[in-house]
């Protein structure tokens, strides 16, 4: 599996973001797809998730900004960042999850080249 993915940029403070990701390859057995950020000199952090089936979740502070939303068909997944604080400048990272098979596979996680979010006060 593959993640490409993009809609970073340079924004003012207030403004709005739209990051999309694409999966390509094996995507069939793709459950979990997520958002993840990682700011300079801090650990990378969950942002939001969302599964196949469209249950999805939020890091607490950040739930009333961010949207995440799949296409399962086209195997994307986007995050709309409204309200953008300087502090959500980081690099974000898309992320795809497969579930294990019992006895058959033991499951992975896969990991985009993250697009870099900077936001001037």
């Known amino acids: 599996v593959q993640l490409q993915a993009s809609g970073g940029g340079l924004v003012q403070a207030g403004g709005s973001l739209r990051l999309s990701c694409v999966a390509s390859?094996?995507?069939?057995?793709?459950?979990?797809m997520g958002w993840y950020r990682q700011a300079l000199g801090k650990q990378r952090e969950l942002v939001a998730s969302?599964?196949?089936?469209?249950?999805?979740s939020y890091a607490d502070s950040l739930k009333a900004r961010f949207t995440i939303s799949r296409d399962t068909a086209k195997s994307t997944v986007d995050l709309q960042i409204n309200s953008l604080e300087p502090e959500d400048t980081a690099v974000y990272y898309c992320?795809?999850?497969?579930?294990?098979?019992?006895?058959?596979?033991?499951?992975?996680?896969?990991w985009g080249r993250g697009t870099q979010v900077t936001v001037s006060s």
């Open positions: 390859g094996y995507v069939y057995n793709i459950n979990y």
């Open positions: 969302i599964s196949r089936g469209g249950n999805t």
């Open positions: 992320n795809a999850e497969v579930p294990p098979i019992l006895g058959v596979y033991a499951g992975a996680t896969y």
